[in-house]
């Protein structure tokens, strides 16, 4: 009896185990963040056309999701030697031979290809397309500029924004154009995740300088042009964040809420371009994390009519 429970004992650490380097692998985290966007996107487009496609957004979600996992493992597989020399990323999956560079270079291909066929066939060729931009602009652009420019952060924040429209055009099965309401989420997410990743890379500028990734923290400038950046990009979002309530996407309650998130994330970012401290900047960081979740949450429960 003894014997048969060590055996389901190991059984399921195997399990965690794996569980534990492929949910690393494909960044569960920021994958979940993905779907939350492209439903975030499927609703609104639903919400102002028909009832809700259940089936459809099943659909949507999962080859958007098989996309996103296929890109983060992509990453890692491309970035394997560099990750290795950061303290940060040496415990990735690749780097710390958990999982062979060759089985993730197979299942990050298998992932992204099957995503966009699953999308061509189940959901409609016009968000496979957008998935297809997505995958091959942070693969093949902004993966190797990464070492070449710091102004990966701006092209990268491009792949990062397109899930919300991935999920209107996924809602939207017929007509042509991609409405304003959509391209005010794209405009939410970019301008979000520039003070998010600026203060990524400000508390790690030097993991970076070591791994030989050119941020726009690096150098004698590094520090005012991170945190000049960081300011400016917090009130490009400001209207971005406005617009839902201007286009008839939710109402007043929204406006409020977003106008104080708002307005409390470009005072952080103020706060940090004049401070430059770990501190001020993981003040930013968490602070980020919360903003997108809250500014989404007042758009579904105050959606005008």
């Given at each position: 009896m003894k014997g048969h429970e060590s055996i389901a004992q190991s059984e399921t650490g195997v399990i965690r185990a794996q569980w534990a380097v492929w949910s690393e692998?494909?960044?569960?985290?920021?994958?979940?963040?993905?779907?939350?966007t492209a439903a975030m996107g499927f609703y609104l487009a639903s919400a102002a056309?028909?009832?809700?496609?259940?089936?459809?957004?099943?659909?949507?979600?999962?080859?958007?999701?098989?996309v996103a996992?296929?890109?983060?493992?992509?990453?890692?597989?491309?970035?394997?030697?560099?990750?290795?020399?950061?303290?940060?990323?040496?415990?990735?999956p690749i780097p710390s031979g958990r999982i062979r560079p060759e089985t993730a270079l197979l299942a990050g291909g298998a992932m992204g290809a099957g995503?966009?066929?699953?999308?061509?066939?189940?959901?409609?060729?016009?968000?496979?397309?957008?998935?297809?931009?997505?995958?091959?602009?942070y693969i093949a652009v902004y993966t190797p500029l990464k070492r070449v420019t710091s102004l990966n952060t701006l092209i990268g924040a491009v792949p990062g924004a397109l899930p919300p429209l991935m999920g209107w055009t996924a809602a939207r099965t017929s007509g042509t154009g991609i409405a304003p309401e959509a391209w005010s989420l794209v405009a939410i997410l970019f301008f979000w995740q520039l003070p998010h990743f600026l203060a990524i890379a400000w508390m790690y500028r030097e993991d970076y300088e070591g791994a030989g990734f050119r941020m726009i923290s690096e150098g004698p400038q590094?520090?005012?042009h991170t945190g000049r950046f960081a300011v400016i990009s917090c009130l490009a979002l400001l209207p971005a964040a406005l617009s839902p309530f201007f286009l008839n996407i939710s109402g007043s309650?929204?406006?409020?809420?977003?106008?104080?998130?708002?307005?409390?994330?470009?005072?952080?970012?103020?706060?940090?371009?004049?401070?430059?401290?770990?501190e001020s900047a993981k003040r930013l960081f968490y602070y980020s994390l919360l903003y997108l979740p809250l500014l989404l949450g007042l758009m579904i429960c105050d959606r005008a009519a």
């Open positions: 692998l494909v960044k569960l985290r920021l994958t979940t963040m993905v779907l939350i056309t028909a009832p809700m496609n259940w089936a459809l957004l099943f659909h949507a979600l999962l080859g958007t999701g098989l996992c296929g890109a983060a493992v992509l990453n890692q597989y491309l970035e394997k030697e560099f990750d290795a020399k950061m303290p940060r990323t040496v415990d990735r995503g966009l066929v699953y999308l061509a066939i189940l959901v409609n060729p016009l968000t496979s397309v957008i998935g297809a931009v997505t995958l091959v602009s590094g520090r005012e309650m929204y406006l409020g809420g977003a106008l104080a998130l708002s307005l409390g994330f470009a005072w952080l970012s103020l706060q940090f371009s004049r401070e430059m401290t770990l």
